[in-house]
């Protein structure tokens, strides 16, 4: 195991959470509407007028005028990945020249964008609004253990809030699997996942969950966590809190990856998670069965 026992419990502990309220945020972002509808059927011969009830998909719009992108469900997944690769090289560029202030400006506003629609989930505009300027400035000025993983838990649903109504079942295992690759190439061949952990850690500016022990700290990147709860969420708009079996089977899979890894060995989560969260969804086709 590559960490304590108590650390890796609170680590997938952490990761629970943040998963299901995730989900509590897509949740009140998106009804669904029983509406009746006329039809007109031949009986007998003769034309009949009954009427069905049919059950219909609303989406609410995001806070702030904030619109979200306008995506094909099918292609979706060519933005997602596309968002994915220019973020990385910005973030490569910013280690490589160790521009500090840029990092701290993007990590600032990339916190407080996302914590606002979570929190406008649960609270008014104008209160999300100051609570998410305080936390990202906390975050990002004055950090510490619970700050940074109280605001991991709501970030996630904040970003899933904006691209899972825009995204489709189909798009989104395309995208686990093309993540998942790159996860496993980033951490293994160029190790350039590996560098970009380390300085994260270093100056306190890290994306996903930190549990520090010691002198070492054990960590789950942000990508950890947003890409399950994306899927789980995509999941959700279909089939309901039943989607929770996903959020099972992908802390099912990060528990046996921190459980069997070995100590001073990094290694890359997307894959298991994304095992993970197939055997849920498949799981829950069978269930429709």
């Not at 509808?37 to 806070?63: A, M, N, Q, R, S």
């Not at 973030?91 to 490589?96: D, W, Y």
């Not at 104008?126 to 990002?140: D, E, H, N, Q």
């Not at 950090?143 to 489709?168: D, K, Q, R, S, W």
Request: proline residues 2%.
């Amino acid at each position: 195991m590559k960490h304590t026992r108590e650390v890796t419990l609170i680590l997938i502990l952490l990761f629970l959470m943040a998963q299901i309220i995730g989900l509590g945020i897509i949740n009140s972002y998106i009804d669904v509407e029983k509406v009746i509808e006329k039809k007109i059927v031949i009986i007998d011969g003769k034309e009949e007028t009954i009427e069905i009830i049919v059950e219909k998909e609303t989406v609410d719009k995001l806070p702030y005028g904030i619109e979200r992108p306008e995506l094909k469900e099918k292609t979706s997944y060519l933005s997602i990945i596309f968002a994915v690769i220019i973020a990385t090289i910005l973030a490569l560029i910013l280690l490589k020249y160790q521009a500090m202030r840029l990092w701290k400006a993007w990590f600032f506003l990339s916190v407080f964008f996302t914590l606002m629609i979570a929190f406008n989930a649960f609270i008014s505009s104008f209160f999300s609004l100051i609570l998410a300027l305080a936390l990202a400035f906390l975050k990002t000025f004055k950090n510490n253990f619970y700050i940074h993983n109280f605001t991991e838990l709501f970030i996630y649903g904040g970003l899933a809030a904006i691209f899972v109504p825009v995204m489709g079942i189909a798009a989104m295992i395309i995208v686990l699997v093309v993540i998942s690759v790159y996860d496993f190439i980033a951490v293994f061949k160029t190790k350039h996942m590996i560098k970009m952990a380390k300085f994260q850690t270093k100056i306190k500016l890290f994306a996903g969950l930190y549990v520090p022990y010691g002198k070492k700290a054990a960590i789950l990147g942000g990508g950890d966590l947003g890409f399950p709860l994306l899927f789980s969420g995509v999941v959700f708009r279909s089939y309901g809190w039943i989607s929770l079996i996903i959020v099972l089977t992908s802390a099912l899979a990060l528990s046996y990856l921190l459980f069997k890894s070995e100590k001073n060995k990094y290694y890359p989560a997307m894959p298991y998670l994304t095992i993970g969260c197939l055997i849920g969804y498949g799981i829950i086709r069978l269930m429709q069965i």
